[in-house]
């Protein structure tokens, strides 16, 4: 067979023959698509075997990149959760706290009265009395026989200020005395500390007095050391022995004395608060 491009042929001759066929191929181009498409279609297989090996190079490469990538935004996700969650308990801790003086200063008092958020930074370890310390003493006004409450009721009074803490006599210590009337009737009582967080006793009360379980216990505003109106207890036991001169009557008290953190450090009107500073004065000077 003789080559088309034998050796002897001019190159005028070559240029022209690759010329004609140029042409040929532009003038046919259009018809050669379906061609190219059977041969696309044979040659696809070929393609994708030649395409694997690159395929997985790359796969590989791509998963080792995004577990190593994922190992570390674990990692930090981890931090980050444990941050926030740090930081979620705070904020519980925060509102918790928010929420318990929002709740003091909702509290049934009287409006126009001045009244100071304290803390609680003591408590007594003296088994025979009860009584605990605020964070604020004579330098914030705090005085002796000041009215003590929290968000429920009456919590004591303070018998013991310096500068910067004071001391509150809880109400059922056993050497506390309160004047409380019944809401439902207004009788007077006098509720007694009995040494016990959760208990007091209304003593002397004739037995046809009118006390019932479930009555509500206020101050009477008698003996012008707390204000008139604030709760204090309500009457569990009312016993009425045929043996004995008077009732037996227990109430517990309405503050969460076994709990309390905060409190409320309440100043009567200024006739009330004179009577209490010359009272306490008396009492120190004797």
């Known amino acids: 067979m003789k080559p088309i491009f034998a050796r002897g042929i001019s190159h005028q001759t070559r240029l022209l023959l690759a010329v004609a066929l140029s042409i040929l191929l532009i003038a046919t181009n259009k018809y050669l698509d379906p061609f190219r498409s059977s041969l696309a279609s044979l040659l696809a297989p070929v393609q994708y075997l030649a395409s694997v090996p690159g ?106 200020v310096n500068a910067l803490t ?12 309160l004047p409380v009337r019944i809401t439902r009737n207004d009788v007077s009582l006098i509720a007694n500390g009995t040494g016990i967080l959760d208990e007091l006793e209304l003593r002397h009360v004739s037995k046809s007095t009118d006390v019932r379980i479930g009555d509500l216990l206020v101050t009477s505003g008698l003996g012008h050391r707390f204000p008139e109106g604030y709760p204090v207890a309500r009457v569990i036991k009312v016993q009425r022995d045929s043996g004995q001169n008077y009732a037996q009557i227990i109430a517990q008290p309405l503050a969460a004395l076994d709990r309390i953190r905060y409190v409320l450090l309440i100043w009567p009107d200024s006739q009330m608060q004179n009577e209490l500073i010359e009272s306490s004065i008396a009492k120190e000077s004797q």
């Open 166 to 177: 004071s001391r509150v006599l809880l109400l059922t210590d056993s050497t506390h005395g």
């Open 55 to 160: 395929a997985l190079l790359d796969w590989s490469a791509e998963s080792l990149a995004t577990r190593e990538m994922l190992e570390k935004q674990n990692t930090q996700l981890l931090n980050q959760q444990l941050m926030m969650s740090e930081r979620l308990q705070r904020f519980e801790h925060l509102r918790q706290e928010n929420q318990r003086l929002r709740t003091l200063l909702d509290s049934p008092i009287q409006i126009d009265t001045r009244k100071k958020v304290a803390e609680i930074v003591e408590v007594a370890s003296d088994p025979y009395h009860q009584y605990v310390v605020l964070n604020h003493g004579s330098n914030s006004g705090v005085f002796v026989g000041q009215p003590v409450i929290d968000a429920q009721g009456i919590v004591g009074q303070v018998v013991q």
